[in-house]
């Protein structure tokens, strides 16, 4: 399966810019050189909601789940990137009957150069702060308790991530999540760089795209299936 596995690796698709983009810098990122413990959440599974529907990401506050991940990628056009940002933004600050309290709020945003990453962070990390404001927040926060990247490949992907999110939630004194999608041959066999890419306890969990693996690789993927587990133990 390896042998397979290694031969079907591409090219590199996605470079990552890593020299282009701001930063965060400023109080926020500098808020805490500690945090408390994050409360203990066991992430059975992730509800995807489409940043560009408001009606679905309102709906997401009324359901007592896991997690919630406002998505920016696959579920939104290109054309409607900006006002989804902007629908998340709004869902995070200024739902009337605020977010469920056991509930983890993650962002998925666009994979390293797609063109669309940096403002992604842009606007649900460096922009979005109290001092930017121009209501106080309902909810009393502002960002998520977490991004998610997709279509990681390199620890390049996990740096640039790991620059621009900050270590400490301002708004709620608990770790930043970083959670990383594994979707390609190319990702499986940069496993342990990805990993090594950031100090431990930097990138909180890794989920596996069974469905991309098996599309970037040329394979048929049938549910259920034992076909994938060679991918699965590294991970």
Not at 80 to 99: C, D, E, M, W
Not at 172 to 183: D, F, N, R, V, Y
Request: charged share 15%.
């Amino acid at each position: 399966m390896f042998t397979r596995l290694i031969r079907s690796v591409q090219q590199s698709r996605r470079v990552c810019s890593i020299s282009g983009g701001r930063r965060f810098s400023g109080s926020a990122a500098a808020a805490a050189t500690s945090a408390s413990p994050a409360p203990y959440r066991p992430r059975r599974a992730l509800l995807y909601m489409p940043g560009s529907n408001p009606k679905m990401l309102a709906k997401s506050a009324t359901l007592p789940v896991d997690s919630v991940c406002m998505d920016l990628e696959d579920a939104v056009a290109a054309n409607a990137k900006a006002a989804a940002r902007q629908n998340i933004v709004t869902a995070l600050t200024t739902f009337p009957n605020g977010l469920q309290p056991n509930t983890e709020w993650l962002v998925r945003i666009n994979p390293c150069g797609s063109g669309f990453e940096q403002a992604d962070i842009d606007a649900i990390i460096t922009a979005n702060t109290a001092a930017n404001a121009k209501t106080p927040s309902v909810t009393g926060r502002y960002w998520p308790d977490g991004i998610v990247l997709p279509k990681v490949e390199s620890r390049d992907h996990v740096r640039w991530l790991a620059d621009r999110v900050p270590l400490i939630n301002p708004y709620t004194g608990h770790p930043m999540s970083l959670i990383l999608l594994i979707e390609s041959a190319r990702a499986v066999l940069n496993l342990r760089s990805i990993c090594e890419a950031t100090p431990p306890g930097r990138v909180n969990a890794l989920i596996f795209g069974a469905d991309d693996f098996a599309a970037d690789i040329g394979a048929v993927y049938v549910r259920p299936s034992s076909s994938l587990s060679a991918p699965h133990i590294p991970l």
